[in-house]
């Protein structure tokens, strides 16, 4: 049986992510395998983060004996708030993983008090 | 309208229907089952099951492709985070092993870890290739997460076209 896949269609991928967060900044991990950098479009619209990956790999033609990959392109968005600086936002790209930081404002940040 | 998930939201799209929590630690029962109804049709949804692995394997292990090609056997692995050091391949006859360790940069102290889709830990891997392969000519690349193994077939396994003369 000679299988043929394409990477037509809608069909997307789901990153899955790791999120954490501190006082000063939020840093989402999302593995995106086959993505290269100039594959990678990261968009910040409103309130909407948005990463588009498209797979730069091919896909083998021939026999499948086994078939688990999803052969499909990877897309994913977060609603971001008020506190995040729009313009303090990173992207790194290394060996499938992209780590994305996101600078929360210095507003945003908690402030101490002191007591007198 | 969407509830915070986290104490600055970054929110996924995805989970727009979540319910209320009390905190992002607090483990819902019920949540933890729709979590889980989720995740499987997310991952599933447009994917027949692979047949070489359990519905509890998944998932800690990297998804594998084994494809036949004319000249070469192809094994294709998504493997996001690890690193070249930290992976291991061997074969033996006609079967090939992934050892390896997927590895993840640990939040520091004063990081809060909101979210975890992924996994992280050691996995091993061991396919049964095609009689027809050449475990002598096996090249491995590890490239943007995904490895790629070529085998070579043995000659006389290669797919020929014969041109047979009609007198």
Known sequence: METSITRSGNKMIVPPAQ???????????????????????????????????????DIPS?????RERRHYDYHKAFTIDESIDREGVSADLTDGILTLRLKVKETAKPRKIPVK | MPDLILRRYIMDHANLVTRKRQAPTTLDLWDAFDDL???????FGDLEFPSVSGLLD??????????????????????????????????QGNLLTIKGE???????????????E??????????????????????????????????AKREEAKRRAVQISVK
């Open chain 2, 58 to 91: 998944w998932p800690a292990g990297p998804d594998i492709d084994l494809v036949e090609g004319d000249d070469e056997i192809l094994v294709l692995a998504d493997l996001p985070g690890v690193r070249k050091g930290d992976l291991e391949l061997s074969i």
């Open chain 2, 118 to 151: 992924t996994w992280v830990g050691s996995f091993s891997r061991t396919i049964n290739l095609p009689d027809s392969v050449n475990p002598e000519k096996v090249e491995a690349e590890l490239r943007d997460g995904v490895l790629r193994i070529r085998i």
């Open chain 1, 62 to 66: 021939g026999k499948y004996l086994i």
């Open chain 2, 37 to 43: 109804r989720r995740e499987f049709e997310r991952t």
């Open chain 2, 102 to 116: 997927k590895k993840r940069e640990e939040p520091t102290q004063s990081h809060k870890v909101v979210r975890t």
């Open chain 1, 19 to 57: 999120i954490r967060e501190d006082e000063s900044e939020v840093i989402a991990q999302l593995e995106m395998p086959g993505v290269t950098k100039e594959g990678l479009d990261i968009k910040i619209d409103g309130h909407t983060l948005t990463i588009d990956g498209k797979r730069s790999d």
